[in-house]
Each structure stands twice: as structure tokens, then as C-alpha cells.
């Protein structure tokens, strides 16, 4: 094999002092044996380790608190919604809902049928009453809403009650709001 | 460098999060948060900035941990990020050259603690005059060797990292490295000698 000229050594003291795990144990052994023998490797060997040293040296201290304010701040990402855990829940509640739908509801409709057109017939069914309940309750709640209303406008003494409450309540907000933006912001 | 067989690899550990562990991604911190914190410093001249960002980092990383290709190293796809979001911030931005002493909201000054060995009135002049060289050697050099030194020495990232972060056979990055740290010695020879 050639042997390596100075400039290469110099290369390879570099990468020793870089830590560089590419330098062979043989090319480590043959930079030792130049660099004992040549007093310009020997200053540069020393002067790249107080590079080194100085550059180590001068690194900042991270804030004691930094992780914590990472972990803090993390969001919820897109994918953890989308991982197999976060719909195992409800995904189970769903199956075993089924599973009672079918043997309470699919019981009874199973002499029409095979069992199983009988169970998701009742399954249907279900959904179709919480439709139903959910469209009636809605319809309450706006018929609530406009008894409401009836009433506040009813009279001038309602109505006026009724302002200085809003008033009220938008001045509790603003507030609150300007309390929050006043407050020291941790960082 | 010798691995611990206890420590678990960054790969192993995104695979830990992506599984829902979110406790460790704190582990990936503590392993990246002083590598990711220098490097920005360094880049941005700013303790603040540089927490500010790496903090950024992480979190942006986090929001797309899914995104990570286990082929590729993890401290790769980190730096990456910090990179452009460094180089980002930068041309946002025109940087003016900033002390190591800074003024908190009170107008205080409160100098970044920069960990050595020397100590007393003498030793903190010589860590503050230390900390300006490096940050002026640095500022100095040249940005295409600035970067693959500040990739090499401050995100310890090993040379075929660098190489497949830039986008450069590994030769080149040896020898821009090279040429760097010489730069970088010449600029510094004041406190290699001391």
C-alpha cells in the first residue's frame, strides 16, 4: 500500500479529532507513528483539540425548563386522532351496542326472518325513534325558545330587564378578557 | 461512541409515540434538546431566539411524527427542520449582531450562562470574551463551510449525516470540514493557546 503523504495525515488528524469513527484502527495506528515522528502534525493535533475544547466550552446552557415547556406545548397532532387507540373506545361501545340491540331487539322480530335480518331491522329501528326523539326535542327546545322571547317582548319592563342583563354580561366578558391580557404571559 | 443496550434508539422511541407513549417524545428532548439549542444559538446569535425555535422545532416535528420515515435517521429529519426554519427566520429578519448580555423585560442585564471550568472575576471575563470569539469566528466563516461546521460541532451530527442533510457526496463534506476547522483555528488562535 502507498503510503500516505502529510497532507492526508492532516486529514486524518482531523477526522481523529472529530471523532470520526470512519478512521481504520490501521490508518489510526499509521497517523500515530507520523505524528510521533513529525513535530508540524504534533502542533496540529494539539491546536485542532483546543478547537475542540473551545468550541465545547462555549456551548449555552439550556433553560432548566425547557422540556417541560415542550411538553406543554405540544399539540394535539393530526395522526393521534387518527391512531387505532383513540377510536377503540367508542368503536367498542358501538360493537357492544350492536351485539345488545341484536339480542334484545332481534329476539322478537326473528320469527319474520332469519335472526339476523330481524336484528338489524331493530337496529334501524332504534336509530329511526332516536331520529325522532332528537327532531322532537329540538322542536321543543324552539318552541321553548320562542315562549321566551313572547315573554321578554311582552312588555317594556321585561324588555328593559332583559337589556341590562345583556349589558351586564358583556361587561363581565370584557373584564375577563382584558384581566387575561393583562396577566404576565409565562414563558 | 458505544451504545447502551438499555437506551432505546430514536426509532424506536418515535414508534413509541406514534403507539400513543407520548411520554417519550420528553425522552427524544432530553437527548436533542442541547445539540438543537446550540446549533440554533449559533445560528441565530440569540439565547431567546434559539429556545424559542428549537421549542418550535419540536413541536412542528411532533405534529408530523407520522410523516417519519424510519429509513432515515431521526436527528437527520430534526435538523432539517431547525435548518430551514433557522434559515426561514433569518432572511425574515435581518439579523444585527447581538451581545451574549442581554436586557430582560425589566431592563436588567443578564448574561447567558455559558458552562466552563473557569471561575471568579478573571475566569467570567475570559467565558464572556470566549463566547463573542466563537460567535465572531463563526459569523466569520464562510456560510457553506459555517453550516457544515455548525452541523458537525454543535448538532454532533456525523459526517454521513451531514452529507445526506445537504444533499452532498460525504468527500465533499470532509472536505469543506476540513477547510472550515482550519479557518476556524486561525480565527480562534488567541484561546487555542491559552
Given amino acids: 500500500m502507498k503510503k500516505p503523504d502529510h497532507d492526508t495525515f492532516r486529514e486524518w488528524l482531523q477526522l481523529e479529532t472529530a471523532g470520526d469513527t470512519?478512521?481504520?484502527?490501521?490508518?489510526?495506528?499509521?497517523?500515530?507513528?507520523h505524528v510521533a515522528e513529525c513535530p508540524e502534525c504534533q502542533a496540529e493535533r494539539r491546536d485542532l483539540a483546543h478547537v475542540s475544547q473551545v468550541l465545547a466550552r462555549g456551548r449555552l446552557a439550556v433553560r432548566a425548563d425547557f422540556r417541560q415547556s415542550v411538553i406543554e406545548a405540544l399539540p394535539a397532532a393530526g395522526w393521534e386522532s387518527r391512531h387505532p387507540r383513540t377510536w377503540r373506545f367508542p368503536g367498542s361501545v358501538a360493537v357492544l351496542f350492536g351485539l345488545v340491540a341484536a339480542a334484545f331487539f332481534?329476539?322478537?322480530?326473528?320469527?319474520?326472518?332469519?335472526?339476523?335480518?330481524?336484528a338489524l331491522l331493530a337496529i334501524a329501528s332504534f336509530f329511526r325513534a332516536t331520529l325522532v326523539a332528537g327532531l322532537g326535542l329540538m322542536q321543543a327546545s324552539w318552541k321553548g325558545l320562542g315562549l321566551v322571547c313572547g315573554e321578554i317582548f311582552s312588555s317594556w319592563p321585561a324588555l328593559a330587564a332583559f337589556a341590562v342583563l345583556v349589558i351586564c354580561l358583556n361587561l363581565l366578558l370584557l373584564s375577563l378578557v382584558r384581566r387575561r391580557a393583562a396577566a404576565p404571559s409565562r414563558h | 461512541m458505544t451504545r447502551d443496550a438499555e437506551m432505546p434508539t430514536d426509532e424506536e422511541l418515535v414508534a413509541a409515540?406514534?403507539?400513543?407513549?407520548?411520554?417519550?417524545?420528553?425522552?427524544?428532548?432530553d437527548r436533542y434538546q442541547g445539540r438543537l439549542v446550540n446549533y440554533l444559538f449559533r445560528l441565530l446569535r440569540n439565547a431567546d431566539?434559539?429556545?424559542?425555535?428549537?421549542q418550535e422545532v419540536f413541536v412542528k416535528v411532533y405534529q408530523v411524527l407520522d410523516r417519519f420515515d424510519?429509513?432515515?435517521?431521526?436527528?437527520?429529519w430534526l435538523f432539517r427542520v431547525a435548518q430551514n426554519a433557522a434559515i426561514d427566520q433569518i432572511r425574515r429578519r435581518r439579523l444585527k449582531l447581538v451581545s451574549l448580555h442581554q436586557e430582560d423585560e425589566g431592563g436588567e442585564t443578564r448574561d447567558w450562562d455559558l458552562p466552563s471550568g473557569d471561575r471568579g472575576p478573571y475566569g467570567e471575563l475570559r467565558n464572556r470574551e470566549r463566547g463573542d470569539a466563537i460567535q465572531e469566528a463563526i459569523d466569520g466563516l464562510p456560510w457553506e463551510y459555517r453550516e457544515l461546521i455548525l452541523l458537525?460541532?454543535?448538532a454532533e451530527l456525523a459526517y454521513?449525516?451531514?452529507?445526506?442533510?445537504?444533499?452532498?457526496?460525504?468527500?465533499?463534506?470532509?472536505?469543506?470540514?476540513?477547510?472550515g476547522r482550519q479557518m476556524l483555528k486561525d480565527k480562534l488562535r488567541d484561546f487555542v493557546t491559552d
Fill in chain 2, 17 to 29: 409515540v406514534l403507539k400513543g407513549d407520548r411520554e417519550r417524545f420528553g425522552d427524544l428532548i
Fill in chain 1, 22 to 33: 470512519d478512521l481504520s484502527p490501521e490508518r489510526r495506528e499509521s497517523l500515530a507513528s
Fill in chain 2, 160 to 179: 454521513e449525516e451531514i452529507a445526506r442533510l445537504k444533499g452532498m457526496p460525504l468527500g465533499t463534506v470532509k472536505n469543506k470540514l476540513f477547510r
Fill in chain 2, 70 to 76: 424510519p429509513q432515515y435517521r431521526f436527528s437527520t
Fill in chain 2, 49 to 54: 431566539d434559539a429556545h424559542d425555535m428549537a
Fill in chain 2, 152 to 154: 458537525r460541532h454543535m
Fill in chain 1, 106 to 118: 332481534g329476539r322478537g322480530t326473528a320469527a319474520s326472518g332469519s335472526p339476523i335480518w330481524g
